[in-house]
């Protein structure tokens, strides 16, 4: 290294390496750990397949990145000064991912694999960059053994199915071609290439967008950084106090027994006596509304809130679940539990995107419509109980109105909203009004509206009216309710707790809609349906 010591490598590490944003006493401790080396060209640094814990910093030379498959050796690129080798290995616990041979002399700095996670560990920014530079050199395989299956709406489609995840993701005859391309052996260069090669279209960005896509769904490898193992149980130790659940790993067997039992519900009369039993039953509470306040309850109000939520929760998703079975649907985990301390209750229906939209429809609203027959019941039972029991029962019915207004609301991603999108033939509805009104229309170039886009206009514009409204009646009324549930002498305290916690819920009804405006904006479609 012609003898310039720790200062010359820290000087070449604070110019041209990954590591030149670190603090300087890390940038020189890890300095002072490199170990230098020469390589003759020809020489391997390291070899495909082999483990190795060492990265490698170039500091002078050039480099082949040489991957062996059925068709004999292929060099994949050529790397020169600044560039870090064996990093995948390092950070990822696999074996080395290609072989990098020496094309001329070249002298590189040897990193021990623990200094390196030790500074990644330390400064998580740097996590992103090596992450970005992993995924280049990524050579992403499919995982699983998902089915492929036709979409029923849309003979150009296609939905991958893991149904031993219960994932799914739907793909256009583009994406399925690049999801066919993943073999393990393509880096995401190559992919692109192939994609010329079959389209005629060189557009890396929406191969690149198609493949993170596939990832996040699972349906694809991704190169991820190996976390310490106390960190991990850590993670697992918050997820037990903060959401434990009982989950059933196969709930199809139970759900087949139910439904043979339920049948007749599920059905054009079923759902006929569901309806009228409900708005009679709400009907029948309503001179009693006036008389059931929070102030009557107390703190036994967030009992009975709790208590009300979770019944009226279990029997929406054990509905969605029959109705699924109705359709001859197949499902998958079931689970209860509390998220924050809420009840949650849940059931993987996922297989419904494989049948007609109308056997959707159908789905999506028998949660709704079990919500309003409990409100129903509720409200009809008022008639025959008095004092703080009808109250009881009045509230408990109240809450399953506000479920059943919740999740009809098209505005937001629950039934109503999937009944929509399955009602106007819209896949992602949401996604597509969005990027419509916050990138389309703001184009240079304007042009006449389709009547689809017209809708797309209309339903951002009542997303972005339904959520300040929601804001401002959480603002105007969240301070009162806390107020008269918590047990607090102290009138101040309550109305701070009462304040904080209205700006807390209006932030969370604001936030996400502004977050997807602006992902609209920056989105780069992949092909996905």
């Not at 008095?386 to 629950?414: H, I, K, Q, Y």
């Amino acid at each position: 290294m012609g003898g310039d010591g720790g200062q010359g490598i820290a000087a070449f590490l604070r110019r041209d390496s990954p590591f030149r944003d670190l603090p300087s006493a890390d940038l020189e401790q890890l300095a002072a750990s490199l170990r230098p080396h020469r390589y003759a060209p020809g020489e391997a640094l390291v070899r495909q397949g082999e483990s190795g814990d060492d990265a490698f910093l170039i500091r002078e030379g050039e480099l082949d990145v040489v991957r062996a498959t059925s068709d004999g050796e292929h060099v994949l690129a050529r790397l020169g000064a600044g560039a870090l080798i064996g990093e995948i290995a390092v950070l990822t616990g696999s074996g080395r991912t290609a072989t990098v041979r020496a094309r001329t002399d070249v002298e590189a700095l040897v990193a021990p694999g623990d200094e390196v996670r030790a500074i990644v560990k330390r400064h998580r920014a740097l996590v992103g960059r090596l992450g970005s530079v992993m995924q280049a050199r990524h050579t992403p395989r499919p995982l699983g053994q998902p089915d492929l299956e036709r979409a029923p709406d849309d003979p150009d489609a296609v939905i991958l199915y893991d149904r031993a995840r219960g994932a799914y993701v739907r793909l256009d005859r583009q994406a399925l071609a690049i999801y066919r391309d993943l073999d393990g052996e393509r880096t995401l260069r190559e992919l692109a290439m192939r994609h010329l090669e079959r389209s005629g279209s060189l557009d890396p960005v929406a191969v690149f967008s198609t493949v993170a896509a596939l990832q996040a769904a699972g349906f694809a490898s991704l190169p991820r950084i190996a976390t310490d193992a106390p960190d991990g149980r850590m993670l697992r130790v918050l997820d037990a106090v903060l959401a434990p659940r009982a989950e059933l790993r196969d709930a199809d067997p139970i759900a087949t027994r139910v439904h043979r039992l339920a049948a007749p519900l599920f059905s054009r009369h079923g759902a006929v006596v569901a309806v009228i039993a409900g708005i009679g039953g709400l009907a029948a509470a309503i001179p009693h509304l006036r008389a059931a306040s929070p102030t009557d309850f107390g703190a036994i109000g967030l009992l009975v809130a709790f208590v009300g939520l979770l019944v009226a929760g279990i029997g929406h998703e054990v509905a969605h679940a029959l109705a699924a079975k109705a359709e001859g649907c197949r499902l998958g985990r079931a689970g209860i539990g509390l998220f924050w301390f809420a009840p949650v209750v849940y059931v993987d229906t996922s297989a419904t995107w494989a049948i007609p939209r109308w056997g959707r429809v159908r789905v999506n609203t028998a949660g709704p419509l079990f919500n309003l027959a409990l409100g129903g019941a509720l409200g009809l039972a008022t008639l025959i109980v008095g004092g703080a029991a009808r109250d009881l029962l009045v509230w408990l019915a109240l809450t399953n109105v506000v479920l059943v207004v919740f999740n009809l609301s098209p505005l937001l991603e629950f039934d109503g909203y999937y009944v929509l999108a399955d009602l106007t033939d819209t896949n992602a509805l949401r996604r597509k009004a969005l990027r419509f009104v916050f990138r389309d229309m703001l184009a240079p170039r304007p042009r006449r509206w389709s009547r689809r886009e017209a809708g797309f206009l209309a339903y951002t514009v009542a997303a972005a009216i339904y959520v300040l409204g929601m804001s401002a009646f959480v603002l105007s009324n969240v301070p009162q309710v806390v107020s008269a549930v918590l047990p607090l002498a102290d009138g101040a305290v309550r109305a701070s707790i009462g304040v904080a916690l209205a700006a807390l819920l209006s932030v969370l009804l604001v936030a996400p809609f502004v977050l997807e405006a602006l992902d609209a904006r920056s989105r780069v479609e992949p092909g996905m349906a």
